[in-house]
């Protein structure tokens, strides 16, 4: 656990994102996947707002995920099992980095086939709180013509980073534009934010 968190950090600190392959224990992968098909079975995922939850029509052009949001009240022991990997890791940022984070929000996103999220940054205009954006995806056997590839927009680079099962992905929210690439098969994930705010 440790190790992967180490290997996150160095990997943000040297390169601006940073990312750990098995983030999430396979079974655990497994099981937050279904919970995430369940809930799309029982169509309980809701088309995705841009800003501040404001659903307006022209944003299905920008993206066209579907989501439902994490409740820590609500949620089974595999969410608890989610969360606790969260907080150690939080426990690990705030110690070695002194990253001051207090809370975070997550959701779960399913973008079914021909979905995408055009180029962005996450953090609102009109809230500085989101301080770091961080996703783990949950799908298994991904492979290459699968789409949906994360697109980092680097000063002078681009980088493509395929969504498979387990994989952590982790950047500061305020500053790296970013963009999801059209899938072609339901594409999984849990995407959340750690905040600087209670
Ligand atoms: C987002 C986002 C990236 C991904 O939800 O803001 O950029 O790979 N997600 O799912
Ligand atoms: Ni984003």
Redesign the pocket.
Known sequence: METNFEEIISCFLERRVGISNDFLPVELAGHLRNNLLRLYKNEALKLAGIGNNHLLSHEKEIRN?KIFWLQNENSDQYEKAFFDLVDAFVLHLNRTCFAGIKSYEFHY?MYEQGAF?KK?I?QFKTDESRAF?M?VYLNEGWKVGDGGE?KIYHAATIEIIS?KNQKC?FFKSDELP???LVTNVKRM?I?GWLKTTL
């Open positions: 995920d996103a999220y962005h996450d954006s996703i994360l969504p992905v970013h963009e999801v994930s995407t």
